[in-house]
C-alpha cells in the first residue's frame, strides 16, 4: 500500500513504487530530510546536506566527513534521528548558547541533557556530550563540581556515591534528609556512614523527622558505631558525637556520654588516643577535647599533654582553648616550658608558639626556644618525610621572629647560636648566610665571627667533601632522581592544568604549583651542590689514637660518674635513638680530635658538662640504606 501523500513525498512514493524501497524505509527517511541532524554509532552526530534519490543515496556531514554518501536503506538503518530541541542538535546549532546556559541555569541543562539521554547519564557519558563543544576537560570538571552540589539540592536527580554510576533523573522530588538517609543506610564503610550523617544533620530541621523516626536512626548510629570501633575507631567516635548532635532533635534520645567515655577509654588503654585525633577532622577536635575533663577527671591534663607530642597547630591551638576553658592556662604555659626546656617539642609545637607569641605566652618567646627550634630541626633532619619544613618556612618567612627570640639576649649566647647554624647540616650555604644575617642585625658586633667563617670558607683546605656513608649518598642519590624524574615533571603538568582555569590573580591552584614550583627547584638546586661536594666512606680502619670519624666515643661525666657512648659518623648519618651523631653537629665538633684521658666540656641544655674520654673504638656496626 503506497503511503499517502501527507506523509510521503512524490520521490519517496516513487521509489517505493519502484521496489527499491519499502515503506518502513521511507518513513524513516522523511526524518531525515536535508537539514535534519542525526547520530551514527561510530561517527558521531551529523547533518543531512542532501537527498541524492537518483543514485539512491543521502548525503551526510560528520565532523570529519564532509559530504558523506549513504545507500538510503543503509542510512535509514543506521542513522537514528536528532530533533532539533535534542541536546545535541542545540549544540551543534549554538554551543554558545548552551554554555551561557551552563552557566545560568545548569540544573535545568541537566535535566533537558538526562531526558534526551533516556533519564540517566555517568558523569563520563555527560562528558562526552558536552566536551569540548561546550567545555575544555578543565572547566567540565570544575563546572560539574559544582552543579552536582546544585542537582543534590534540587531533589529531582539521583546522585550515586559511585562516580560511574549514572545520574538519575527522577520525577518525584527527594527530599535532601531522605536522600542522605538512603546513602548512610546503602553505605558499607564507616567513612561513607559518617560523610552522609554530616551532610543530613546539616538539613534537618526539628520537624523533619518524628521522635519513632529519630530513635530508629539513632538505634542505627550506635549499632554501626559498635561494629566499627575496632578496625574504624575514629570512624566510630565520630558516629557517636553524630549520635550525641542529634539530642538537640529530640532531647529523650539524650548523649551518647557512656558509649563516648568507653571508647576514649579504651583508645588511652591501648595508646592509640594519639591516632585518633590525628585522623579526626579539624572541625570535630573541640568536640572530642571538651569531652576530656568528664571522662578522665584528674588525669585530663595528662591525656591532653601526651598529645602535644604528636598534634599539628591546629589541635595544639584546640588543646590549648581546652587549658583556657578549664582555667588551667598557666599549666599549659608550664607544659610548654619543661618540653622547650628538655628539647622535646615538636617542630609542629614550636611553629605554633612562634605563631602565637604575640597572644600566648610571649614569656616563651627567648633564646631557648630557638635553641629548641635548632635542636628539633637537627632531629628531624635525620628522620622520614619533612616533620621540620613547616618550622624551617616559618623561620625565613617570618621577618620578625628572630628579633623577637634574641631581644632578651646577651652576646655569649648570641655568640653559641651563631656557633651552632654555622656548623649545623640543617640549612643550606643560602638559608644559613640569611639566618646568620638576621641575627646580625640585631648583634652587628659579632659580624667577625661570621665573616670570619666565610673567609676561612672562601679559601677551604684541599679536601673541602663533606664526609657520609655510602648508604646515606645513595640515599641522597635516589631523593635527587625521584624529584627529577617524578615531582618537577609533575607539578610543570599541574601549572599547565591550573593555567588553563584563567585569571591568574585569582587562580589560587596556579599560585599554589608556582610556589611548589620555586621549593622543588631550590631542592633541586641544593641537592645537586650537596652530591657534588660529599665523599663516601665505609668508616674502616678509623685512626683511634684520637676521636675521628667513624670511632665509636665512651664518656663519663666527671660530676655524677654516668656514661654516655657516642658514635662519630658521616654529614648524613646522625641517628640520635642509636647515639650516632654526625661529624658535623656541636657534641661532634667538641669531641673530634680529642685523645682518652682528655676531659673535654660537653654542650648541655643549661651549662657545659665536664666529660673525660674513657674509651675511643673503631665503628662496626653497618648504616643500611633506607628504602
Not at 534519490?53 to 566527513?65: A, C, G, P, R, Y
Not at 610548654?336 to 614569656?363: G, K, V, Y
Not at 658514635?567 to 648519618?573: E, F, M, R
Request: charged share 30%.
Amino acid at each position: 500500500m503506497v503511503a499517502s501523500a501527507a506523509t510521503m513525498t512524490d520521490e519517496l512514493t516513487n521509489l517505493i513504487e519502484a521496489g527499491k524501497i519499502n515503506e518502513a524505509t521511507a518513513e524513516k527517511l522523511l526524518q531525515l530530510s536535508p537539514g535534519a541532524y542525526c547520530k551514527h554509532r561510530s561517527w558521531g552526530l551529523g547533518r543531512i546536506a542532501e537527498w541524492q534519490l537518483s543514485t539512491e543515496q543521502v548525503l551526510i556531514d560528520f565532523h570529519n566527513k564532509k559530504g558523506h554518501p549513504m545507500q538510503l536503506e543503509y542510512a535509514a538503518e543506521t542513522l537514528v534521528y536528532i530533533p532539533e530541541e535534542h541536546i545535541l542538535a542545540k549544540i551543534a546549532a549554538n554551543a554558545e548558547a548552551i554554555r551561557e546556559e551552563a552557566k545560568k541555569d545548569p540544573v535545568e541543562l541537566m535535566r533537558s541533557l538526562l531526558q534526551d539521554h533516556g533519564g540517566a547519564g555517568t558523569v563520563e557519558e555527560i562528558a562526552a556530550i558536552l566536551v569540548p563543544a561546550v567545555f575544555d576537560v578543565p572547566s567540565f570538571k570544575k563546572w560539574f563540581e559544582v552543579t552536582k552540589k546544585k542537582l543534590k539540592a534540587d531533589g529531582h536527580f539521583h546522585i550515586p556515591a559511585k562516580k560511574t554510576a549514572p545520574i538519575e533523573l527522577q520525577e518525584t522530588k527527594t527530599e535532601p534528609h531522605e536522600r542522605l538517609l538512603e546513602q548512610f543506610r546503602l553505605a558499607r564503610h564507616p567513612k561513607e556512614q559518617v560523610a552522609a550523617l554530616d551532610a543530613l544533620l546539616k538539613v534537618l530541621q526539628h520537624d523533619t523527622l518524628t521522635p519513632e523516626e529519630l530513635q530508629e536512626l539513632a538505634r542505627e548510629l550506635e549499632e554501626a558505631a559498635q561494629r566499627g570501633e575496632r578496625s574504624h575507631t575514629t570512624k566510630a567516635l565520630e558516629l557517636l558525637l553524630l549520635r550525641s548532635e542529634m539530642a538537640k532533635f529530640h532531647q529523650p534520645l539524650g548523649l551518647a556520654s557512656d558509649a563516648i567515655a568507653a571508647l576514649l577509654n579504651n583508645a588511652a588503654a591501648s595508646k592509640k588516643l594519639p591516632t585518633i585525633l590525628k585522623e579526626l577532622p579539624p572541625v570535630k577536635y573541640r568536640r572530642v577535647l571538651e569531652l576530656f575533663p568528664t571522662v578522665f577527671s584528674d588525669h585530663w591534663e595528662e591525656h591532653a599533654r601526651q598529645l602535644l607530642r604528636y598534634a599539628e597547630p591546629r589541635l595544639i591551638n584546640e588543646i590549648f582553648h581546652l587549658f583556657t576553658r578549664e582555667k588551667s592556662r598557666d599549666r599549659f604555659g608550664s607544659i610548654l616550658a619543661r618540653l622547650i626546656q628538655e628539647r622535646s617539642a615538636s617542630s609542629d609545637l614550636l611553629s605554633w608558639i612562634c605563631e602565637e607569641r604575640a597572644t600566648a605566652f610571649p614569656e616563651l618567646v627567648n633564646s631557648d626556644l630557638l635553641s629548641a627550634i635548632l635542636s628539633s630541626l637537627e632531629r628531624d633532619s635525620h628522620g622520614e618525610g619533612k616533620k621540620g619544613a613547616r618550622l624551617q618556612e616559618l623561620i625565613f618567612k617570618d621577618r620578625e621572629l628572630i628579633a623577637d627570640l634574641l631581644k632578651s639576649a646577651n652576646s655569649d649566647t648570641a655568640r653559641d647560636i651563631i656557633r651552632k647554624i654555622m656548623i649545623s647540616p640543617v640549612f643550606s650555604d643560602l638559608d644559613r648566610r640569611s639566618f646568620l644575617a638576621r641575627i646580625l642585625k640585631v648583634y652587628p658586633e659579632l659580624e667577625s665571627l661570621v665573616t670570619g667563617h666565610q673567609e676561612k670558607e672562601a679559601t677551604p683546605a684541599r679536601d673541602e667533601n663533606l664526609i657520609v656513608s655510602w648508604a646515606s649518598l645513595e640515599r641522597r642519590k635516589k631523593e635527587y632522581e625521584h624529584l627529577v624524574s617524578k615531582l618537577i615533571p609533575q607539578n610543570t603538568s599541574d601549572i599547565a592544568i591550573a593555567r588553563s582555569y584563567g585569571d591568574l590573580r585569582e587562580n589560587l591552584e596556579f599560585k599554589a604549583a608556582k610556589e611548589q614550583q620555586a621549593m622543588l627547584l631550590r631542592q633541586k638546586s641544593e641537592l645537586e651542590i650537596m652530591l657534588n661536594h660529599t665523599r663516601g666512606t665505609n668508616f674502616e680502619n678509623p685512626d683511634t689514637s684520637a676521636v675521628s670519624i667513624g670511632t665509636i666515643v665512651t664518656l663519663k661525666d666527671k660530676a655524677t660518674g654516668e656514661q654516655e657512648i657516642y658514635s662519630i659518623l658521616g654529614a648524613w648519618d646522625g641517628a640520635p635513638e642509636k647515639r650516632w651523631i654526625s661529624y658535623q653537629t656541636v657534641i661532634g665538633q667538641t669531641l673530634l680530635g680529642h685523645r682518652v684521658g682528655e676531659t673535654i666540656l660537653l654542650p648541655h641544655e643549661k651549662e657545659n658538662r665536664a666529660m673525660v674520654i674513657e674509651k675511643i673504638e673503631p665503628f662496626v656496626e653497618s648504616v643500611e640504606v633506607e628504602s
